[in-house]
């Protein structure tokens, strides 16, 4: 079982940068792959980027790449989000996730990921 907790949203101008941070409860955190979602208002909720357990594979959204970089720290079982160059359309609610990996390339799919944080809310105004 692991526990997701979100923060570091909040309100940006456009152009702005923000830091996200997933913690993660208990001792295995390493043993997890993480992935960061949006969905924004009337959108269906996507995939922003994500990474494995042992940050040997990554993935990135077309949308975010270039401007987004997905981190981890195992030793203080967090995961992050650097957003930088934000625009309006960036606007969302960003969710934290994880999955217990088995497999060499990270998963991007919704329903890949067994546990959720509560949400973070993202707003860039113009």
């Known amino acids: 079982q692991v526990q997701l907790v979100e923060s570091g949203g909040g309100l940006v101008q456009a152009g702005g940068s923000l830091r996200l941070s997933c913690a993660a409860s208990g001792r295995t955190f390493s043993t997890y792959a993480m992935g960061w979602f949006r969905q924004a208002p009337g959108k269906e909720r996507e995939i922003v980027a994500a990474?494995?357990?042992?940050?040997?594979?990554?993935y990135t959204a077309d949308f975010a790449k270039g401007r987004f970089t997905i981190s981890r720290d195992n030793a203080k079982n967090t995961v992050y989000l650097q957003m930088n160059s934000l625009n309006p359309e960036d606007t969302a609610i960003y969710y934290c996730?994880?999955?217990?990996?088995?497999?060499?390339?990270?998963?991007?799919?919704?329903?890949?990921?067994?546990?959720w944080g509560q949400g973070t809310q993202v707003t860039v105004s113009s």
């Open positions: 990474i494995s357990r042992n940050v040997g594979s990554t």
């Open positions: 996730a994880a999955y217990y990996q088995q497999t060499i390339l990270v998963r991007t799919t919704e329903r890949s990921y067994d546990y």
